[in-house]
C-alpha cells in the first residue's frame, strides 16, 4: 500500500445478545480524520456498534479494521481507540488533572511527567485553572472537556463518543458541539459521534450514519442525507420532510418546498393546523387519501395572506423537488 | 413576628424531644452513672459513694492492665486483617462477579443465614469441632497430615481470632458490599479504556471508593472486637483475657466501681481509635 491507512472500516459486523440480534452484518468505511454521527432512534444499535469499536462489547461476527489491522479482539487501550461515556465516567476520587493522567498513570509514568502531559491537555480544553478540582465541583460543560482531555490524552485515532451532550442543558449543548467540531479539526483524527438527535448530527458531521433496526439505512455526506433520503424511515427521521404517496409510488419532499396557495391551485387540502415557528409557521393540510402534509412557509410571506384551519387551500410542489423513496 | 419565630423554636423542640429523651435515658444516663460509680470507693464488703480516683489509680498502676489492654489490641488488629481481607473479596465477588440482581440478593441472603441463630451457639458449635478428639483433629490424623492431635487448635488465640472471624465478618461485607453496589459501572470501563488491568482497576478505581464502606465495616469490627469478653472467655478456655473480661471479673467479684473505671477507659480508647480511623476517611457521605 502506498499511504499509510489510518481509516476505521466495518466488515460485517454482528452483535447478538442471546437469540435478539442487536447490529445485524454491518459494513462502513470511515474516512480518516473526519466527524462521522451514527444516527438513529434508541435501540438501532448504534450504542452497540460504538462499544464494539471501542472493545467494551464483544464482536458476534466480523471484523474492525483500524490503520489495515484487525482491531476486534485487541483490549481497548490497544486498540488506538479512546471512548468518551455518556455520563463523562469520570473518577469521582480523583482531581481533574489525576483523571486526565490516569491512563499515563496506569502505563507507569511517572507523577511529574505525567502531570505535564496532563496538564496540556487541560490547556487544549481550556481547563488549567480546575486542575486541583474534584469533577462533582465542575460545571456538566467543564465535566464534559475534562472526559474529552482524558479521552485524548491516549493520542487516539479514533476518539468515540457517546451521547456526548445528551446530558448537557440544550443552550450548552449548541456551545459544546461547536466546540466538539473546532476540536476534530485542530486534531485531524477521526471522530465517531453516537446521537439521536437528527439537528446535532447535520451541524457536526461531515458524514451521517442512519441506523435503524440494526442495520445501515444510509450512510453519506449529511447534505446528501437529508437532502436525498433514500427511504421512509430516513425521510421521516431526519425531519423536515413530507412522505406522500402518489400512484407512482412514495415520494419524499422537502416541508419548505411545499407552498400554500389559494384553492383550485395544485393540489387540494385541508388546513388542520397552523403552528407558528418564529421564522417560519408551518402549515398543516390534509390532502386526498387522509394524508397530512406540512408546507414550512417563510414567516412573512403567511402573515401576508394568513390561513387559519378548516380553510381549504391549493399545495403547490414543482415535481423536480419529488424525491423517490425505495422503502 | 417574634412569637411565630419563638413558636417555630418551640416546635422543632418538640420534634427532637422524643429521641433525644430516648438516648438521655438509654445511652447517656448509663454512661454517666457509669462515670461516677467509677471514682466511688469499694472494699471487700461495701461500695461508697466518694469522689476519688484509687480505682483509676489501680488500674493503671497494674502491669496487668496494660498486659490485656494490648492483648485486646492484637484481637481487634488481627480480626480485622482477617475479616478485611475476606469481606471485601466477598463483597467483591457479589458486586462485580455476580451478574444478575437475583443472584446477588440470593447468594447476600445465604451470607446471613449463619446469623439466624445465635452469637453463642455459633460460638460453641466450634468447640466439638476444633477440640482434642474433634472433627478437625481426627480428619487430620485419618489423612495422615498430623500423627498427634494439635493442641491449639481450641482453647487458645487461634480459636479466639477464628470464631472472631466468624463472627463479625459479615459486619465487614456489608458496608463494601453497599459502596461498591454504587459504584457507577462506566467507571470500570473507563478504566479499563484507559488501560488500566484488573489489579489496577481494584487498586485505582474500587479500593478507593469503597473506603467508606471499608471504615464503616473496620468501625463494627474493632468496636464488637474490642468489647467483646463472652467469645475470649469460652474460645481461650478462659486462658486468655481482654479488657472486657477484666470488666466481667470485677463485676462478678462485685467489684462495680473498679468495673467501671475500667470500662470507661475502654470507652475512651474505644473513641480514640474511631477518631483515628475517621480521620482518614470521610464516611458521612455514606450515612
Known amino acids: 500500500m502506498s499511504q499509510p491507512v489510518q481509516d476505521l472500516e466495518l466488515v460485517s459486523v454482528t452483535k447478538r445478545y442471546g437469540k435478539t440480534v442487536a447490529v445485524d452484518a454491518i459494513n462502513h468505511h470511515f474516512r480518516p480524520s473526519s466527524y462521522t454521527c451514527l444516527l438513529g432512534p434508541s435501540g438501532c444499535g448504534k450504542s452497540s456498534t460504538l462499544r464494539m469499536i471501542a472493545g467494551h462489547e464483544s464482536v458476534s461476527e466480523g471484523a474492525i479494521n483500524l490503520a489495515g489491522r484487525d482491531i476486534s479482539h485487541l483490549p481497548p487501550a490497544k486498540r488506538g481507540t479512546a471512548m468518551m461515556f455518556q455520563s463523562y465516567a469520570l473518577f469521582p476520587h480523583l482531581s481533574v488533572i489525576d483523571n486526565v493522567a490516569f491512563s499515563l498513570k496506569m502505563k507507569g509514568v511517572d507523577t511529574r511527567e505525567r502531570r505535564a502531559k496532563a496538564a496540556e491537555m487541560l490547556e487544549l480544553v481550556d481547563l488549567t485553572a480546575m486542575a486541583e478540582r474534584l469533577p462533582d465541583q465542575l460545571s456538566g460543560g467543564q465535566q464534559q472537556r475534562v472526559a474529552l482531555a482524558r479521552a485524548l490524552i491516549t493520542r487516539p485515532q479514533v476518539l468515540l463518543l457517546d451521547e456526548p451532550l445528551s446530558a448537557l442543558d440544550p443552550f450548552l449543548r449548541i456551545r459544546m458541539r461547536g466546540e466538539l467540531r473546532k476540536l476534530q479539526r485542530e486534531l485531524g483524527i477521526s471522530f465517531v459521534h453516537v446521537t439521536h438527535g437528527q439537528d446535532e448530527a447535520l451541524a457536526l458531521a461531515d458524514e451521517v450514519v442512519v441506523m435503524n433496526n440494526a442495520v445501515i439505512e444510509q450512510a453519506g455526506p449529511a447534505r446528501d442525507v437529508f437532502n436525498a433520503p433514500r427511504t421512509r424511515f430516513v425521510a421521516q427521521f431526519m425531519g423536515g420532510h413530507n412522505v406522500v404517496a402518489l400512484p407512482e409510488g412514495h415520494f419524499a419532499i422537502r416541508t419548505d418546498a411545499v407552498g400554500v396557495g389559494a384553492p383550485g391551485n395544485g393540489v387540494e387540502a385541508n388546513v388542520t393546523g397552523i403552528e407558528y415557528q418564529g421564522t417560519h409557521v408551518s402549515v398543516l393540510a390534509r390532502i386526498a387519501g387522509d394524508q397530512e402534509l406540512t408546507a414550512l412557509v417563510p414567516e412573512n410571506e403567511f402573515y401576508s395572506n394568513p390561513h387559519t384551519p378548516g380553510d381549504r387551500v391549493g399545495l403547490i410542489w414543482d415535481a423536480k423537488n419529488l424525491h423517490k423513496l425505495t422503502a | ?287
Not at chain 2, 31 to 50: D, G, K, L, N, Y
Request: glycine share 6%.
Open chain 2, 1 to 287: 413576628m417574634q412569637m411565630g419565630r419563638m413558636r417555630a423554636g418551640a416546635v422543632a423542640w418538640l420534634q427532637a424531644a422524643p429521641m433525644a429523651l430516648v438516648l438521655l435515658v438509654f445511652l447517656v444516663a448509663p454512661i454517666v452513672m457509669i462515670a461516677i460509680v467509677s471514682f466511688w470507693r469499694a472494699t471487700e464488703f461495701s461500695i461508697i459513694p466518694a469522689f476519688e480516683f484509687d480505682n483509676y489509680e489501680f488500674l493503671f498502676g497494674s502491669p496487668v492492665t496494660y498486659r490485656v489492654f494490648l492483648n485486646t489490641f492484637k484481637y481487634a488488629l488481627i480480626t480485622w486483617a482477617f475479616t478485611f481481607v475476606i469481606g471485601f473479596t466477598v463483597a467483591y465477588f457479589l458486586a462485580f462477579h455476580v451478574r444478575t440482581l437475583t443472584w446477588q440478593i440470593a447468594l447476600f441472603l445465604l451470607c446471613t443465614i449463619p446469623f439466624w441463630t445465635s452469637n453463642i451457639i455459633r460460638m460453641i458449635s466450634w468447640i466439638p469441632f476444633l477440640g482434642r478428639n474433634g472433627i478437625a483433629n481426627s480428619a487430620l490424623i485419618s489423612w495422615g497430615v498430623i500423627d498427634e492431635p494439635l493442641d491449639w487448635l481450641l482453647f487458645s488465640d487461634f480459636a479466639v481470632i477464628l470464631a472472631f472471624v466468624h463472627l463479625y465478618t459479615l459486619f465487614m461485607v456489608v458496608p463494601i458490599f453497599n459502596t461498591m453496589m454504587r459504584i457507577d459501572k462506566s467507571l470500570i470501563e473507563a478504566a479499563r479504556d484507559a488501560g488500566a488491568n484488573g489489579v489496577q482497576i481494584l487498586w485505582n478505581v474500587i479500593v478507593p471508593l469503597c473506603k467508606p464502606g471499608i471504615m464503616i465495616g473496620s468501625i463494627f469490627v474493632i468496636t464488637l472486637v474490642m468489647g467483646d469478653f463472652i467469645t475470649v472467655r469460652f474460645m481461650s478456655g478462659s486462658q486468655s483475657a481482654n479488657v472486657g473480661r477484666l470488666i466481667s471479673n470485677d463485676i462478678a467479684l462485685l467489684q462495680y466501681p473498679s468495673a467501671a473505671a475500667t470500662a470507661v477507659v475502654l470507652l475512651g480508647t474505644v473513641l480514640i481509635v474511631i477518631a483515628i480511623m475517621l480521620r482518614f476517611v470521610d464516611i458521612r457521605k455514606e450515612l
